[in-house]
């Protein structure tokens, strides 16, 4: 195992307690080059921690377009010297993901899925371990479907849940199930809470993610190409989800919370509603609403962000 010590960031009154970040594989160490085939980089032909070795926050997210525009938002954000019109992709030898470095934040898109974003996150903390961060908080931006929750509202979340609304990610290792936990830095996501009430219209909560496998027949929609059950027992499935405490779907928290979890680093996902699952399947805001929406969780991360840059004011304990 390799550790990495880091002070990570406390309360609002900053008081630093020290935790361990470590990627848990003893065979990094005896690896002459660590090569990170979906990102086009590695340990010989890139110098990791000095294109990196400065970086506090990760924020990925499922769109590349999404996380480029948030690159480009976060450069505004921070007033940042330079151009913002044009960030450049450090990905772009590869077509799997895209990479932006913007001073102390990383943006990433991470595909869709569980296996998509797994991928990513093998090889981001890899990165973050090769380059030698300290002090690294990663959030996930993304949007999903709301469970007894208006749309537009942006959901922090506290653990993400199975299928069976467990806080559990099941990894299949060499045959063998292994069961990780999925619970969140609960820390990091009330501060979340309190960022969103100092921002205007944008309504926020802290609740419980299910995490499905697809899109359709996995959150229970009667609008896929195929559907083997009723409207009665969508609605029923769907009130069980909300007394377990789940107030939205997505397809990639599990994963994400659990790796992050295994390998000590502060977490946080950031979703925003798009409908309310109890109300219909299909998403029928217009363009311009969504765009609004899908705003939303970038504009709580860049505040969180500010405020731990100390660029605004903390809010008195």
């Known amino acids: 195992m390799a550790p990495i010590l880091l002070n990570c960031l406390g309360n609002e009154r900053k008081e630093y307690l020290e935790e361990t970040f470590h990627v848990n594989n003893p065979n990094l160490d ?22 990196f070795g400065d970086i506090k926050f990760v924020c990925v997210g499922g769109s590349a377009k999404r996380m480029k525009a948030f690159a480009q938002f976060i450069h ?33 898109s991470h595909g869709m899925g ?34 007894g929750l208006a749309p537009g509202t942006v959901v922090v979340s506290e653990k993400a849940l199975d299928y069976n609304f467990l806080p559990q990610f099941e990894q ?36 419980n993610t299910m995490c499905t496998n697809d899109f359709y027949e996995g959150q229970g929609r009667l609008d896929g190409a195929l559907c083997s ?16 405490g789940v107030r939205n779907i997505e397809m990639e928290s599990t994963v994400f919370a659990a790796m992050c979890r295994v390998c000590g ?37 860049a505040h969180y962000i500010k405020k731990r840059l100390a660029l605004i004011a903390l809010t008195p304990p």
């Open 172 to 207: 299949v290792v060499l045959g063998k199930v292994i069961m990780r936990s999925t619970e969140l830095d609960a820390g990091v996501s009330r501060e979340l809470l309190q960022c969103s009430k100092e921002l205007p219209n944008l309504p926020a909560v802290i609740g």
């Open 76 to 108: 505004t954000e921070l007033n940042l010297p330079g151009s913002n019109d044009e960030p450049k992709d450090i990905c772009e030898a590869t077509d799997r993901y895209c990479m932006y470095k913007v001073g102390p934040v990383l943006s990433m």
């Open 265 to 301: 680093l502060k977490a946080a996902v950031v979703c925003v509603t798009l409908l309310n699952r109890f109300d219909g399947d299909q998403i029928t805001s217009p363009e311009d609403v969504l765009v609004e929406y899908q705003q939303r969780p970038q504009v709580l991360v």
């Open 114 to 147: 569980v296996p998509s974003i797994s991928i990513m996150l093998h090889e981001l903390i890899k990165l973050l371990h090769h380059a030698h961060c300290r002090d690294v908080v990663l959030f996930r931006l993304g949007t999903s479907g709301g469970v």
């Open 30 to 51: 005896g690896m002459e080059e660590d090569i990170l085939y979906h990102f086009s980089l590695g340990t010989k032909t890139h110098n990791l921690p000095e294109m």
């Open 229 to 244: 059950f009723s409207h009665a027992e969508k609605l029923e499935y769907l009130q069980r989800a909300y007394e377990a």
